[in-house]
């Protein structure tokens, strides 16, 4: 049986989708009061890197906007995507508190491994109480490399993990599961891409399913 499972949160536990475009359209319309803005909201734009670090979502979306000004469209996207966390306009996909039950009962520890900021996944944790099965969150902002596969690594070294799996819905998942010879399962879910999935060791539908892979493994 699998000794640990290493969870990605947007798009895997947490369904971003319910506050994202909300808090991107709030943050738009702060880039245009600044009058640093003048054109629709790019959210297919997002949606396309979603699952990125945030520092690399606005190279994308802001290509030429100063750093400064990068910075404060970060700062006050956080706030947003929090204030909506904190009242209630976000979900957990189905069955996570189901699936972290089983896991728990059956000595798999559970750990969670995401590109978002350390406080943007505080206010998940703390709203939904997963610190009620998760042994512990990581946030990419822990390393200076800003690299999934480095961020699984210092988990697998901190709690001395051989046997595990990560879970997640984009190909940063895939590659931190491979790049540390764990076992790759991708979601199909919301952000997922079929071209990105095909190279996980397995592919689920819902969290559900991770019952029966955890026994096989």
């Given amino acids: 049986m699998l000794q640990s499972i290493i969870f ?3 798009g895997t536990l947490f369904q971003t989708d ?9 943050t738009f319309n702060y880039l245009r009061s600044l009058n640093s803005w003048n054109s629709e909201t790019p959210i297919d734009k997002y949606r396309e890197i979603m699952g990125v670090p945030l520092p690399k979502v606005w190279e994308t979306l802001l290509p030429d906007h100063t750093i400064e000004i990068r910075q404060q469209t970060d700062a006050y996207f956080l706030n947003r995507l929090i204030t909506n966390i ?3 306009k976000g979900a957990l996909y189905p069955h996570v ?3 972290f039950s089983y896991l728990k009962e059956n000595r798999c520890s559970i750990y969670i491994a995401s590109n978002g900021l350390t406080e943007y996944l505080k206010a998940i944790v703390n709203y939904y109480n997963l610190d009620n099965w998760v042994t512990e969150t990581f946030s990419i902002q822990q390393i200076q490399s800003l690299n999934k596969s480095d961020l699984v690594q210092s988990i ?3 709690y001395d993990i051989t046997h595990a799996a990560v879970v997640g819905d984009r190909l940063s998942d895939i590659h931190a599961a491979k790049d540390n010879g764990l076992v790759a399962i991708g979601c199909r879910f919301d952000f997922a891409q079929e071209e990105e999935l095909s190279q996980a060791d397995i592919v689920i539908d819902d969290l559900m399913e991770l019952q029966a892979i955890v026994s096989r493994f």
């Fill in 97 to 99: 508190k189901e699936i």
């Fill in 8 to 10: 990605d949160m947007d």
């Fill in 156 to 158: 697998i070294k901190k």
């Fill in 18 to 26: 319910k506050i994202l475009e909300v808090s991107l359209e709030d």
């Fill in 86 to 88: 904190k009242s209630g």
